[in-house]
């Protein structure tokens, strides 16, 4: 449990449930042993982050951080990721000649958040607010390969990628699908990371598979990769 104390007891109690939530899934006894909070006072408090959406149960009944928690974060970062992404998805779109695209996860889904177009020609759009499937496609394949183990576990049913792939993927940074999303499609992107290094976005170019070819990350994946870090360089400005 963390020893600095802001003076207000209760919210001190409330947010060291949220900080051991952090890590995992937890029992109420898991919860108690963690913070050193006395029974009743954890499950009354881990009832009342549940009725305001920060804290969740899984199926097992332990006690998760809730999608409250995740709307907040998500807040506090989206407006400066999407201020930055314009211009830098534009200039890569400008760079690889092909449309560019910010995704976010939101459940078993990824949107895209952001867009610059190729100008004229054969392209994929995706507009903004696209609600896209986890399961195919190269910003998929990064949106879950650094999760948990049990996430990219339950990630991979049904999914058109192996478990190979996001390991390939993590290992070289970076992320391309051929037909997978879409037939005739091509795509390559790379992570968005928060502050604390957890993968919060990813950038994407997609375009015909006439175009880009059967190994699209050979000519794209360095300017996409370059893209992605940008932004996660401005992330970390304070």
């Not at 020893?3 to 051991?20: F, H, M, P, R, W």
């Not at 928690?69 to 690889?96: F, I």
């Not at 996860?105 to 190729?118: H, S, T």
């Not at 968005?192 to 994407?204: D, E």
Request: net charge positive; with cysteine.
């Amino acid at each position: 449990m963390n020893t600095k104390n802001s003076g207000v007891g209760v919210l001190d109690k409330a947010v060291s449930i949220l900080s051991t939530l952090e890590a995992g899934p937890h029992s109420l006894a898991e919860l108690v042993a963690a913070t050193g909070i006395a029974r009743p006072t954890a499950h009354r408090l881990a009832v009342a982050l549940e009725f305001h959406r920060l804290v969740a149960r899984d199926l097992t009944g332990r006690f998760v951080l809730g999608p409250r928690s995740g709307e907040l974060g998500a807040a506090a970062g989206e407006d400066r990721l999407l201020a930055a992404a314009a211009p830098a998805l534009a200039a890569l779109r400008d760079a690889t000649g092909e449309s560019a695209q910010l995704y976010r996860r939101q459940g078993d889904l990824r949107i895209c958040v952001a867009v610059a177009e190729r100008l004229s020609g054969l392209r994929d759009s995706v507009p903004v607010g696209a609600a896209l499937t986890m399961h195919a496609g190269s910003a998929a394949q990064i949106l879950l390969a650094w999760e948990e183990s049990e996430k990219i576990h339950r990630g991979l049913t049904n999914a058109r990628f192996t478990a190979a792939q996001l390991s390939a993927d993590r290992r070289r940074g970076w992320a391309q699908s051929v037909g997978e999303r879409e037939a005739g499609v091509a795509s390559v992107s790379a992570p968005v990371r928060a502050p604390n290094g957890k993968v919060i976005a990813a950038v994407s170019i997609s375009g015909p598979i006439e175009r880009l070819g059967r190994q699209p990350g050979r000519i794209h994946a360095a300017a996409v990769v370059a893209t992605a870090a940008r932004l996660t360089e401005h992330l970390a400005r304070e």
